[in-house]
């Protein structure tokens, strides 16, 4: 924006005064550090000149925007209504099924892996049990080696150690998926009316788009 003045890092010194020692619980005094301290009022000064600068600079937003972002104010004031007996039986199901896996990888692994989300057992147990390295345990690397897995069991139907690769692999993946996570989330967020509220982002991103917070 070509702003006169620019923002301070005041991150660390954010957290240094905000948040307590993990330690001890105990806040940080100012007076012990009057030099961190100074230096994080300057920040805040700062961070409000440019602020109004970046006001100036960009202007108000225009009529059709701003009603967008008040409609977007009312929804996050009022919540979406949220079916909490729905989302505990569900995470109940994800449990069950989270001990089932476990269970299963235990007894095929003899016990050197105990849970399908432990990463770099499962990663070393590829390599070393089935000759199957992974560079990494991402979804979509998984995917990809699963669909690799498949190609070369049609060229080697009875290769044991790809068919193991094949279980473990898709034991890992059913095991942790991330989208089982916004269950709890809900949960964690839901209000007395039984609603989660702001849980939108108005032009979260770059192109405008709404993103979300909290539950997404």
Known sequence: LGLSNFKLKGSNLLKLFSLPNPKTGLFVNPDDRPDE???LLTYCERDTVVLNQAHRKLGDLTPRARKIW???LTINRRGIHVDSGAC???IHLIDEKKKLLNAGITVHTGGEITKVTQRARIQKWLQDKCR?????MQGTTVERALDH???LLEEVPGDLKFR??????TWYLVGNKSST???NSMLRYLCADM???GFLFYHGAGTGRYSGRGVQ
């Open 37 to 39: 301290w100074q230096d």
């Open 70 to 72: 008040l409609h977007t």
């Open 88 to 90: 505990r039986n569900i």
């Open 132 to 136: 199957f390295p992974m560079s990494d």
């Open 149 to 151: 897995i498949d190609e």
């Open 164 to 169: 193991e690769a094949k279980i473990l692999l």
């Open 181 to 183: 996570a916004k269950y």
């Open 195 to 197: 609603t989660v509220k």
